[in-house]
């Protein structure tokens, strides 16, 4: 089974230990300013890496974040900023 059927579903099995259980993603800062999306096994350990961000894409998020929803036009900046993001995060 692939490992992106694997993710589809709230629970993944541990190429490791081979244990199921519910991944919580986080980004990891790297030293040249991008993130790597990750998650760790809770019985071994194994990290299991989702993506990386550029760090231009960590720059990205951050304005999306930052974001005021309320304001007029926001919602159209938040479509370009996203369209511009999935640019910045691949695959490993
Ligand atoms: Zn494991």
């Not at 993944?12 to 986080?26: A, I, S």
């Not at 999306?37 to 720059?59: D, L, Q, S």
């Amino acid at each position: 089974m692939s490992f992106l059927s694997r993710l589809i579903g709230p629970r993944v099995r541990c190429d490791h230990c081979g244990r199921t259980y519910k991944p919580n993603l986080t980004d990891k800062a790297l030293p040249s300013g991008g993130a790597v999306r990750r998650f760790t096994c809770p019985h071994c350990g194994t990290v299991t890496i989702v993506a990386v961000i550029t760090p231009r894409g960590v720059e990205l998020q951050k304005r999306i974040q930052d974001l005021d929803l309320s304001d007029r036009g926001a919602r159209e900046a938040l479509a370009r900023l996203r369209a511009e993001l999935k640019a910045e995060v691949r695959r490993p």
